[in-house]
């Protein structure tokens, strides 16, 4: 079912124009799936995160140590 809201939201903000630009003011991910729950997108951070791959790594280190920086 999440795959399916998923998909329907990504087709959504393809046509869309308006409903990429609210979305895409979204500060973190909390805020965007609230958003897009608010417009009758049914799924969850976590399914969200599964259907869509999305994962973030927090980096505990300073620019510096970065390589290339």
Request: aromatic fraction near 8%; include cysteine; charge should be negative.
């Amino acid at each position: 079912m999440a795959q399916q809201e998923v998909t329907r939201l990504f087709r959504a903000v393809q046509a869309n124009s308006n409903l990429r630009d609210q979305l895409n003011e979204a500060p973190n991910l909390e805020t965007f799936v609230q958003l897009a729950q608010g417009q009758g997108y049914r799924f969850t951070i976590e399914e969200w995160k599964v259907v869509t791959n999305f994962s973030v790594e927090e980096l505990e280190c300073e620019l510096s140590e970065i390589p290339g920086i």
